[in-house]
C-alpha cells in the first residue's frame, strides 16, 4: 500500500534515556511504514543541548511557531547530579520552561481512557482535561519571615512616581509575608488558549478561583475571562453547544467529584499543579495521560506527560529487560499527525491518527499491556508485554483494523 503523504513537516523534538528509545521504535514500527514521515528534526537529548549551549531548544521553539506543530520526547531537566553524569559546561534550563516561554502556551492535560483501567471516581465515565496556567502567583512570588513587631504595607509605586499604598498587618511580633503578582496579558493568553482548546475539542470549559475572598486578585481572573468571553466567544461557543461555566473553586472542587467527565476545568497556576496530580492518579497512571501546550496564536505542542523514565533506562542499559508503557508517547505522535492533518486538510493523515489510537487501546483491552497497566488493570489473565513487544502488538492489532 502507498504510504500516506504529508504537505507540511512537524517539528520533531527528540528527548532523552528510555523515552529516547521508545521515541526510535514507535517511529519504526508504527509511524513510519505507514506515513511518508515528514519533519524537521531537533534533538533535545542533554548530550546536544549542551553541544549547541542550548540553542538547539530556542530553535525548535521558533521552528514551532513557524510550522505551528511539534511533538515532543520528554526531556532531561538537568540538576546537579546531571552535571556530572553528562559533563555539562552548564545548568541548562528546562526544556519545556523554555518552550513554554516562547509559545506563551496553556497545558492541557487529559487522561487516556481505555476498559480495564477504571477511574478510582466511579462517574468518571469520560476524560477530565485540565488547563493550567503556567505564569506567576505563588511561583514567583517574594518572601519575608517577619523577625518582629512591624509594619507590613502593600506599595506600588508608578513610573511617574506616584504610590499606592495599602496595609497588610502591623505585626505584633514574628510572623510570614508573601508578595504575588500576575499580569492581564498573561492572563488575557490564558483564557484564550482556554476557549480555543474548548471550541477545538467541543467540551464545556470550567473555570472557577476563589474571587469572594480575593476581591482584586482572583477577581480580575474572572473579569477578564468573563470579558473575552462575552467579546470573543459567546457566538462560537453558542453555535457549537458548548458552555462556559464559573464558579468558586471549593463549588467546582465538589461538583469534579459527582460529574461525569467529558470537560476541562481550567485552573489558576496552583490550582493547575494540585488538581492535575490528584486527576491524574484518580484516572490510574501518568503513562497514561496526554499533554498538548496551546498557545493564544492556535501553535500546538505535543508530549507525554511523564518523565524520561530514568530507572527504566538504566536497567535497559544494563541489558535488562524493560517494561515501559509507550501510549503517552503515542499518543503525542498521533495528536500532531491529527492536528497536522487537519490544519493542512489531510483527511488520510487525521485517519491514520485515529485508526493508531484505536489500535493501541485496542491491544490494552485484549490483556496485552505493559506491566504499570497490568499491576491496576481489572482485567483478567493479562499479558504482560516488554517495551518493544507491546509495541508490537500494537502493530499487529492496527494491520487488523
Ligand atoms: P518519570 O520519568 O515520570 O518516571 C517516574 C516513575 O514513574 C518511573 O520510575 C516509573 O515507575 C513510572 N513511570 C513514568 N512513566 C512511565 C512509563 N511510560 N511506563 C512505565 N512507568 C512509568 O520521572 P523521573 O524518573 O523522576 O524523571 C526522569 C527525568 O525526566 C528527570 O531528569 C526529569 O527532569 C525528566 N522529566 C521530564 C519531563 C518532560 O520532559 N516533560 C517531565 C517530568 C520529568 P517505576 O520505576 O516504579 O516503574
Ligand atoms: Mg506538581
Redesign the pocket.
Known amino acids: 500500500m502507498a504510504k500516506i503523504q504529508m504537505t507540511t513537516p512537524l517539528v520533531e523534538m527528540d528527548?532523552?534515556?528510555?523515552?529516547r528509545i521508545?521515541w526510535q521504535m514507535i517511529k519504526d514500527e508504527l509511524i513510519c511504514p505507514y506515513v511518508d514521515l515528514k519533519t524537521e528534526y531537533y534533538d533535545l537529548g542533554l548530550e546536544h543541548r549542551n553541544e549547541t549551549d542550548d540553542k538547539v531548544t530556542m530553535d525548535s521553539a521558533l521552528a514551532t511557531q513557524k510550522y505551528g506543530v511539534a511533538v515532543?520526547?520528554?526531556?532531561?531537566?538537568?540538576?546537579a547530579a546531571?552535571m556530572t553524569e553528562y559533563n555539562l559546561k552548564e545548568m541548562w534550563k528546562?526544556?519545556?520552561g523554555t518552550i513554554r516561554a516562547t509559545l506563551d502556551g496553556t497545558v492541557f492535560r487529559a487522561p487516556i481512557i481505555v476498559k480495564g483501567i477504571e477511574p478510582c471516581v466511579r462517574n468518571w465515565e469520560k476524560p477530565i482535561t485540565l488547563a493550567r496556567h503556567a505564569y506567576g502567583d505563588v511561583y514567583k512570588n517574594t518572601e519575608i519571615k517577619v523577625p518582629g513587631a512591624g509594619k507590613a504595607e502593600l506599595v506600588f509605586t508608578a513610573e511617574d512616581g506616584t504610590e499606592i499604598r495599602e496595609l497588610i498587618h502591623n505585626f505584633k511580633d514574628g510572623g510570614i509575608l508573601q508578595g504575588i503578582h500576575n499580569t492581564d496579558a498573561s492572563i488575557a493568553s490564558f483564557a484564550k488558549a482556554c476557549f480555543n482548546y474548548a471550541l477545538d475539542t467541543k467540551q464545556d470549559l470550567w473555570f472557577a478561583t476563589k474571587d469572594t475572598i480575593s476581591k482584586k486578585y482572583d477577581h480580575n481572573f474572572k473579569d477578564i475571562f468573563q470579558e473575552i468571553y462575552d467579546a470573543e466567544y459567546k457566538e462560537k461557543f453558542e453555535a457549537a453547544g458548548i458552555e462556559y461555566f464559573y464558579t468558586l473553586i471549593d463549588d467546582a472542587v465538589a461538583r469534579v467529584m459527582k460529574a461525569k467527565g467529558g470537560f476541562i476545568w481550567a485552573c489558576k497556576n496552583y490550582d493547575g499543579d494540585v488538581m492535575s496530580d490528584m486527576v491524574s492518579s484518580a484516572f490510574g497512571?501518568?503513562?497514561m495521560m496526554t499533554?498538548v501546550l496551546v498557545s493564544p496564536s492556535g501553535v500546538y505542542e505535543y508530549?507525554?506527560?511523564?518523565?524520561?523514565?530514568?530507572?527504566?533506562y538504566y536497567k535497559h542499559l544494563e541489558g535488562e529487560e524493560t517494561?515501559?508503557?509507550?501510549?503517552?508517547?503515542i499518543f503525542a505522535w498521533t495528536g500532531a499527525l491529527r492536528k497536522r492533518g487537519e490544519l493542512d486538510g489531510n483527511k488520510e493523515l487525521m485517519e491514520f491518527a485515529n485508526k493508531l489510537e484505536k489500535a493501541t487501546l485496542q491491544t490494552i483491552e485484549s490483556g496485552r499491556m505493559?506491566?504499570?497497566l497490568a499491576l491496576i488493570t481489572s482485567l483478567k489473565d493479562v499479558i504482560v508485554c516488554n517495551s518493544q513487544d507491546f509495541i508490537k502488538e500494537i502493530r499487529k492489532t492496527y494491520e487488523t483494523l
Not at 515532543?72 to 540538576?79: R, V
Not at 508530549?303 to 527504566?312: I, K, M, N, S
Open positions: 528527548g532523552d534515556e528510555m523515552t521508545l515532543k520526547c520528554a526531556t532531561i531537566t538537568p540538576n546531571r528546562s526544556p519545556n497512571s501518568l503513562a499533554s508530549e507525554a506527560a511523564h518523565g524520561t523514565v530514568q530507572r527504566h517494561s515501559t508503557n509507550s501510549v503517552a508517547t505493559t506491566k504499570d
